[in-house]
């Protein structure tokens, strides 16, 4: 078997127990939405701090998306997409938390020395001054490697809507780069 062929099947594996999870979970189990809690966890987290920028908050927003989700379980059509419907949950709440914070200028420390202006330069740091869907955009199209239309499904815009943010996010980018 090649590589692919391997990867295909253990990513419908865990879709086909993460879906038993999702209907054991709606009779009432709360064990089965544990275990779901558990495998997912790592993924969701690592989502949220991409899209805050490493912000210390991701936790937490995780943990109330995935209460949120719990009390919104009958809501999911499809139990076989639970992933994405706990993604698009938590990139939503990220969205909220964000928009709420003040805009950040950007920190001191980015700052390189005139020998070497790409010492300073610190991405997580660089990617905060984005508004908080450009840096989302980024973040699921370049890191979590999503098309313009998944990353559009996670974030409820049109995926025309993701390439202008994309756009517009990395015009930020190349400026203060340049600046340093």
Same mark, same amino acid.
Do not use: N
């Given at each position: ?10 990513? #419908?594996?865990?879709? @086909?127990? $993460?879906? *038993? /999870?999702?209907?054991?979970?709606? !009779? %009432? +189990?709360? =064990? &089965?939405?544990?275990?779901?809690? #558990?495998?997912?966890? @790592?993924? $969701?987290? *690592? /989502?949220?701090?991409?899209?805050? !920028? %490493? +912000?210390? =908050? &991701?936790?937490?927003?995780?943990? #109330? ?7 919104? /379980? ?8 639970? =992933? &994405? ?23 001191? =420390? ?71």
């Amino acid at each position: 078997m090649t590589a692919s062929v391997l990867t295909v099947a253990f990513s #419908e594996q865990r879709t @086909s127990e $993460l879906e *038993a /999870l999702v209907l054991r979970a709606r !009779g %009432g +189990d709360t =064990e &089965a939405y544990g275990d779901l809690v #558990e495998r997912t966890w @790592s993924d $969701l987290v *690592a /989502l949220a701090r991409g899209m805050l !920028g %490493g +912000d210390a =908050e &991701a936790e937490d927003l995780v943990q #109330e998306a995935l209460v949120h989700a719990w009390k919104r /379980l009958w809501m999911l059509r499809q139990p076989e997409k639970v =992933e &994405a419907w706990l993604r698009r949950i938590v990139a939503r709440r990220c969205l909220s938390w964000a928009r709420r914070r003040r805009p950040q200028e950007l920190p001191p =420390e980015t700052a390189g020395s005139a020998s070497d202006p790409a010492a300073g330069l610190d991405a997580a740091r660089l990617l905060q001054t984005l508004a908080p869907r450009q840096r989302a955009v980024l973040y699921l199209t370049w890191i979590e490697g999503c098309t313009d239309k998944e990353a559009g499904g996670i974030l409820g815009i049109r995926p025309a809507t993701i390439r202008v943010h994309r756009f517009r996010g990395m015009q930020i980018l190349r400026r203060l780069v340049r600046e340093q």
